[in-house]
């Protein structure tokens, strides 16, 4: 019987070729069966992919296996040592070790530590000794050491420095004290006060324009029309007309009536206003013909807030000063031909006045003003009342008209 020829097996670069291929295993032969003749060049070419698939990951398993058998007899090795080095140190330091009996022999209750410091603080012992010599027989030289008396001694050094410290910390009080004094003095005299009352004056402004149309703005750091002033600390703007009202707090003495009416037009002037307000703390800084309250040619006012500098402020009375600066400036408005019809306004106006000329008539009453204080408050809120009631009647007939 002939032999059959050996498959010839080339290979390339990318490619493999099998000649004089004789494959007789039955299972290849039956998976081919199943394949129509046109498709079984490429599920031979497929069996070979998964075949050479399958013997390479067959290949990566045993490499695995060789891996992890390696760690395991390590693992066990690393466990081995560790059992013996815990068996060494349970036997040097446990209960029955070589470490305990060598503590116990030397820091024991009997040891020799404790028998070293037993002697060396006993009553006949060195440190005793050292201590006797150092600070001499019942500490008589530590004693003078603590003698506050003695110039030498460290503890007359402290004591000095500690009073020395005293004294110049009751001069910085006296110094502080004195200080205050001086401040308040200044107070009294300079732009410290006058800082303090302005604030005041703008919280009573904010007071005044709250739930209104009107708007106040503060302006006593600005430079106005006068390139050169800051006069006017404050413009109260109207909402019904766009009038502007300025209005300078003053809290210092030696103002004459000239200068008063001087300072409010270039108010006036300085911030574009149709109405100046000047606000006194208190009617002793003013001349006695001005007083409480007092008007200049019909756009300029002088009002004081209380009687003295020792009184506090009655915010009523720059409330009303308001009022009747609003019905000034509506009054200007209607007299520089607005589509009015001024006959109700003036009618107003005229109220206005009647309530300021009450008001001259409290402020009479001042001079016990501690004893009437009740009565000259319900009487200035009653003026109050019907000045806003007036002025507000003005407003609503600006506000008529404009609708109008």
Known sequence: MSQKPAPK????????QVSELEITNSDVVEYLEEIEAEDREEAIQYALNVGVKTLQLAETSREEEFVERKFSEMH????TEIERIEDEVEERFGSDGDVPEIFQKHLGE???LQEHIEHAFSEDGPFVDRLDEELGEDGERIQEALDPDDEGTPTYRLKSALLDEIRSLRDKIEERETEEETREELKQETTLKGDDFE??????LGDVVRNTTDEVEPT???LG???DRKVGDF???LGDTGQRIVVEAKSATNYSQPKIKEELAEAIENRDADYALIVFECESYVPDKIGYFQEFDDDRLSVALSADEDDDVEPGFLRIAINWA???????YVDAGADLEPEAIQNDIGEVEDAIGRFSRVRTKTTNIREAANEIDEELRSIQNDVEDRVGKVRAELQGASDS
């Open 199 to 204: 604030e005041t004056v703008g919280n009573i």
């Open 225 to 227: 029309e006068r390139s």
């Open 9 to 16: 097996v080339e290979l390339a670069a990318d490619r493999v």
């Open 326 to 332: 609003r019905a000034r400036a509506v009054q200007s």
């Open 76 to 79: 066990q090795e690393f466990e």
């Open 110 to 112: 009997d040891g020799k």
């Open 235 to 237: 413009v109260l703007t």
């Open 220 to 222: 006593g750091e600005e």
